[in-house]
Each structure stands twice: as structure tokens, then as C-alpha cells.
């Protein structure tokens, strides 16, 4: 079954710090990849997505991430973090034609990003 | 747009109780998806709707059914209510489900369950 894993449970960082948040998926035919993020009290709003091309994807608010196929890996970065910036912070995958998924994301188990003023 | 909407906010019920939620869209879209959160779990599907009137069974479905007779319309059902499904469910739709698709998530219902 597909599997997304996310490394780091808890992230507390100062402000002005770099930030890279790992995730790693388990299938290995063609995927779709979001990150999603979770400030507290909303809802999930997507950060950034990957379909095909540049594996350097830029999204929203100064993030970036980047799709390195033969790591499974799709890790997100943020070169200097502000306090507005914490928040619960999701990768999900949408492996295409895997079992009929019809567009179904699987999610990691999230990340909390507590950043420090 | 409002984009997706769910009612209730919040809910308390007892064991063996039932309730429905409600998630509205005004996107169009086709697809639609019910999720739970629980706390260090991530996000965990329910059920889901490929279009007006069908339904298919996501990752954690038991306990729970689901009806779409509107496309705009995705209800969830508690028959019988149980603590374990004290949770927080957010509802989502997306235009399909070509696998690129953004999913757009509503505010979430917070359900206790005592």
C-alpha cells in the first residue's frame, strides 16, 4: 500500500531560521505531490504542488520544494522562517492508476512547525 | 464563492446518537471527500464521490455512510455514534480526479462524542 512518511513530528525553530521539512513516499510509479498547510484554527490550504517538470516547485510565502524521484523524497524548504509561519504543516500523494485511487491523496501525519519570536 | 462550506461547527453528542454533516461547494467541482483528523494521525479519508449520486468507501469508512443526490452536496452520517469517533472532519472537493488535481478544503466540524 502507499505510505507517506513524515520525519520530523514536532519543529521549533527561531525566526530568521532555515527551514526543510522531509517527507518520503512509498510508491514508485508516477505521483503527484502538495504540501498542505494547517495554521492553527483553519483549515488545510495548499502550499505548493508537483505534476511534471522542474522538480524545484516555488509556492506560496517564500516555500519551495523539491522532487528528487530516486529518493521518494519530497522535502519542504524555507530559507529564513517568520512566527506567522507556524502551523501544522501536511505532505500528501496522489500516486496515479494505483488500485483506482481516482484522485485520492494520501497524507502524512504532519509536521507541527512551532516558530519562536 | 464561499468555496466549501460545512455545518455544523461543532457538536456534542452521546453514544448512540446519530447526526448528519453537511458540506456544500459552490466550485462545481466533481469530486468530493470526507476526511478525519485525530492528533498525530494526519488526515485519514472516509469516503468519497467521483460525481452526483455515486459514493465509494475510503481508507476508515466503517461507522460511517454517505450520501451525494447533489453535486454541490456531500453528507456524512453517524448512525450510531461512538467515542472513537471523536474527531475533527473536514470536507474537501476537487474539479476530478485526474491525480493533479488541488483539493479545496472547507473549515472542519468538530465532533465530541461522550
Known amino acids: 500500500a502507499q505510505s507517506v512518511s513524515q520525519h520530523n513530528h514536532h519543529v521549533i525553530l527561531s525566526e530568521a531560521a532555515s527551514l526543510e521539512l522531509g517527507c518520503n513516499y512509498s510508491y514508485g510509479g508516477t505521483v503527484n505531490l502538495f504540501w498542505y498547510v494547517q495554521y492553527p484554527g483553519q483549515h488545510l490550504q495548499l502550499l505548493l504542488k508537483?505534476?511534471?517538470?522542474?522538480?524545484l516547485v516555488k509556492g506560496i510565502k517564500g516555500f519551495e520544494a523539491e522532487f528528487i524521484k530516486s529518493k521518494f523524497s519530497f522535502n519542504l524548504r524555507k530559507p529564513s522562517v517568520q512566527w506567522s509561519d507556524t502551523a501544522e504543516y501536511f505532505c500528501a500523494v496522489n500516486a496515479q492508476n494505483y488500485g483506482g485511487s481516482q484522485g485520492n491523496l494520501i497524507f502524512g501525519k504532519g509536521t507541527k512547525l512551532s516558530v519562536k519570536p | 464563492n464561499a468555496g466549501v462550506t460545512q455545518t455544523p461547527k461543532f457538536r456534542v453528542l452521546k453514544t448512540g446518537q446519530s447526526m448528519t454533516l453537511l458540506c456544500a461547494q459552490d466550485m462545481n467541482h466533481e469530486y468530493m471527500y470526507w476526511y478525519r483528523q485525530d492528533p498525530g494521525m494526519g488526515l485519514r479519508l472516509i469516503h468519497y464521490?467521483?460525481?452526483?449520486?455515486?459514493?465509494a468507501k475510503g481508507e476508515v469508512p466503517d461507522g460511517y455512510n454517505v450520501s451525494r443526490l447533489k453535486k454541490q452536496n456531500f453528507l456524512l452520517g453517524l448512525e450510531s455514534a461512538a467515542p472513537s469517533q471523536t474527531s475533527v472532519y473536514f470536507c474537501?472537493?476537487?474539479?476530478?480526479?485526474?491525480?493533479?488535481?488541488?483539493?479545496?478544503f472547507g473549515p472542519g466540524t468538530r465532533l465530541l462524542v461522550l
Open positions: 474537501a472537493s476537487s474539479p476530478g480526479g485526474a491525480g493533479g488535481e488541488t483539493q479545496y
Open positions: 464521490s467521483v460525481g452526483e449520486g455515486t459514493t
Open positions: 508537483y505534476f511534471s517538470g522542474d522538480p
